[in-house]
């Protein structure tokens, strides 16, 4: 058994430093008021039993709550009180430099906190211990200085989350849809180097991916491109081609014939769009961001983007190699096609696809063998989407957060070139377990902390008004978000919905479950009630939204760490109620419990009503186990979205044991001191340094763990097919 200390690493469990910390405690009262050695090994063996029976590694700050407790159980108050005092002085010393111990352990590689905050960041890694290394500090200085100070303890006791602290300091934003169409059509800037508009698709292709790698640089989100900016330069190489092709059919003396040169250029149009999709696949993989990771992107395949005919055309072709590379995959160390993180692919479900008889349906059986192989692309309904968006069918922004419909001066609706701003999200949880059940004194606590969230997301806004354009030339001068002018602050873009504010919200399920004693699903008393939660997040938003003239907008909140985090701060606070605190981790934002057994069909009609009440973001997914077999199923599931859902996916399971070359689903298992590893059913090998594993916990697909929290949520998921 371990506990996590104080700067993150994990010891052995010692009650032996329990017993002698309540020891000198004991002595250091009255003998009066002393307790007797019984009583003082009860309270060792008492918190030991808890430690064991909550199957995580419990923090110090937790341990020494409970041997608070205990002592006052023995009714020893001067002893208690002795002992808050030495932890309260000890306290106020670590605050006065409390950066050092995180930054030195996250060196060491031994904050186990750290290396598990990001399944999708090496904390190995020189880059990425740099990005932590600064954000600590950030979190330092945004704690001390620039947060209130009932936000921060707020965000302390999980009852809200700041999120992205570390970035906080600076001027940065959330996640953006890119205007790589602006950028390419008008030219742009990278690194102070003049890009004119591209001669060639694969020129496009090279330039979209340079951007991408400093757009990502200079934000803290996910960011989203549409391939349908890309589609019209397949035109401008097909032109080319065709002309080198006459040249050389003149220099060798053949007759010119307009067929063949035709088929001869569109020879090498399609070896182009192989080598430009190629390009993009692999530098995004293999660039690295200032922030030490992949750049966080989002690829938008949607046919009707672009007008029918040839560029339409030209845009399946271009989605088919997309998916086709996708398919194969990308080789590890051991030259061994695996499943990469990203780009993540978004593929729009829409009538010239959806069908049998329809003219692109080739591409969605495509999209279903990939999804079924690589978990991705995942799924937009045009139809549902055009009716919850105002007849609009647009990308998020990363790998859920949307934008709300906005027109430009001409009346126009505008969906790229805008951003989020950022998120604070909401434990529903913790105001159900404050209430005590008490149906008037959640509403009161609901209003409360909506009132804190508020004035949170203003501190967000805030942070950015008066942010001038320099500080981020790619993003606000040269076409990604805007073409504002040197020295003009971006303040313009924070105001009349053209960005939005994100206010999050996690565990509907665990909320539902305890005010009213039944799941949210499909049942008498939790389903209206869970809806009525979600309507007075949208109804706070809306008279926000108001008051500020701010896009506010309730967002389905992809909990990664702070799953684990809300749940031990519950428990810290209300115990272990079944149903409610007794796991690692609680539910992300409306979703079924992923212990429930629902069928894929049910849980995404049932879901679909929670996600149209979540237009600041929302995804949906069911777990499916190895498809690649049943594609037929695939397609039943992808045309049951496109009829019901506005945004989902199927999970599966792509995974590799360098050991033994197994390939399939590598499991969790009950490793030693009770820690969930991972282990290949095949071997036996749970060496995380020698797998791939590949698993999607937040909209996107992880590939480096996950803490252990997020562990036992997905070791515990059912099937849904």
């Known amino acids: 058994m371990n506990i996590i200390k104080r700067n993150g690493t994990e010891a052995v469990f010692d009650k032996e430093k329990i017993l002698a910390a309540v020891i000198k405690a004991n002595q250091s009262v009255i003998e009066s008021e002393r307790m007797s050695d019984a009583q003082i090994r009860l309270i060792g063996e008492t918190v030991e039993s808890v430690c064991a029976g909550m199957n995580r590694a419990l923090t110090v700050e937790e341990i020494q709550d409970l041997v608070e407790n205990q002592i006052m159980n023995q009714r020893a108050y001067t002893v208690a009180r002795n002992y808050i005092t030495y932890r309260y002085k000890r306290a106020l010393v670590r605050k006065s430099n409390s950066t050092d111990d995180q930054i030195l352990t996250l060196l060491a590689c031994k904050n186990e906190e750290v290396k598990q905050e990001n399944s999708n960041k090496n904390p190995t890694v020189s880059s990425v211990q740099r990005d932590y290394m600064a954000g600590e500090v950030s979190k330092d200085i945004t704690r001390r200085f620039l947060l209130p100070e009932d936000v921060v303890e707020a965000h302390d006791a999980g009852i809200i989350h700041f999120h992205d602290a570390d970035y906080f300091a600076q001027h940065m ?34 330039i979209a991916t340079q951007s991408i790698a400093q757009i990502a640089s200079s934000q803290y989100g996910g960011q989203s491109i549409s391939l ?18 006459e040249a050389e059919y003149k220099a060798a003396g053949l007759e010119l014939d307009e067929q063949k040169i035709n088929t001869v250029a569109e020879l090498r149009v399609k070896e182009e769009i192989n080598r430009g999709v190629q390009m993009i696949q692999y530098q995004v993989i293999t660039l690295m961001t200032t922030n030490g990771q992949a750049p966080f992107v989002t690829v938008f395949m949607y046919l009707s983007e672009v007008p029918e005919g040839q560029t339409r055309d030209d845009l399946a072709a271009i989605i088919e190699e997309v998916l086709r590379q996708r398919i194969l995959g990308v080789k590890n160390e051991k030259g061994v096609y695996i499943t990469p993180a990203f780009p993540k692919l978004i593929y729009v479900l829409e009538e010239n696809n959806v069908r049998e008889n329809s003219k692109y349906w080739y591409l969605t059986r495509l999209a279903a063998e990939c999804t079924a192989k690589r978990l991705v692309p995942d799924y937009i309904s045009e139809k549902v989407m055009k009716q919850a968006k105002e007849g609009n069918c647009y990308p998020c922004m990363g790998c859920r957060s949307f934008l709300s419909v906005y027109k430009d001066e001409q009346g126009r609706p505008k969906y790229y070139g805008r951003f989020n701003q950022g998120v604070v999200t909401l434990n529903l949880v913790d105001i159900a377990c404050s209430s005590g059940g008490d149906m008037e004194l959640f509403w009161k606590i609901f209003d409360e902390r909506l009132e804190l969230c508020y004035r949170a997301l203003m501190c967000r806004h805030e942070r950015l008004k008066g942010t001038p354009s320099d500080v981020a030339p790619i993003l606000w001068q040269y076409g990604a978000l805007a073409r504002l002018k040197k020295g003009e602050t971006i303040d ?34 939790g389903t209206p009630f869970a809806l009525s939660v979600m309507q007075h997040l949208n109804d706070a938003c809306e008279r926000w939204k108001k008051e500020t003239n701010i896009g506010f907008s309730v967002y389905g909140t992809p909990l990664e760490s702070t799953t684990y985090k809300f749940a031990k701060c519950l428990q810290k606070r209300f115990g272990m109620i079944p149903g409610v605190t007794d796991k690692s981790y609680i539910t992300n934002s409306y979703h079924v419990h992923v212990t429930e057994e629902i069928d894929a069909f049910r849980k995404l009609k049932f879901e679909a009503q929670f996600q149209a009440l979540s237009p600041g973001g929302a995804i949906s997914y069911v777990e499916v186990p190895d498809m690649k077999d049943n594609l037929e199923a695939v397609l039943a599931v992808m045309s049951y979205i496109y009829d019901n859902i506005m945004y989902a996916e199927l999970n599966t399971k792509s995974d590799y044991c360098q050991e033994c070359g197994y390939s399939g689903e590598i499991k969790i298992v009950t490793g030693d001191e009770g820690k969930l590893v991972w282990e290949c059913p095949n071997c036996g090998n749970r060496d995380q340094k020698k797998m791939n594993v590949a698993r999607r916990t937040c909209g996107y697909i992880g590939t480096q763990y996950w803490n252990q929290g997020r562990t036992q949520e997905i070791k515990e998921r059912v099937l849904h097919l």
């Open 228 to 245: 349908a900016h890309l589609a019209p330069f397949v035109e401008v190489s097909r032109k080319k081609f065709r002309r080198q092709v």
């Open 492 to 525: 313009k873009l924070l105001y009349g919905g053209y960005s939005t504010i994100s206010l999050g919200y996690a565990g509907l399920y665990e909320c539902t479950q305890y005010m009213t004693g039944e799941s949210h699903t499909d049942s008498d008393r």
């Open 173 to 206: 934003h959330n996640c953006c849809l890119v205007n790589l169409q602006d950028m390419l059509l008008n030219g742009t800037v990278v690194s102070e180097t003049m890009i004119d508009s591209p001669k060639s698709f694969a020129t496009a292709c090279n």
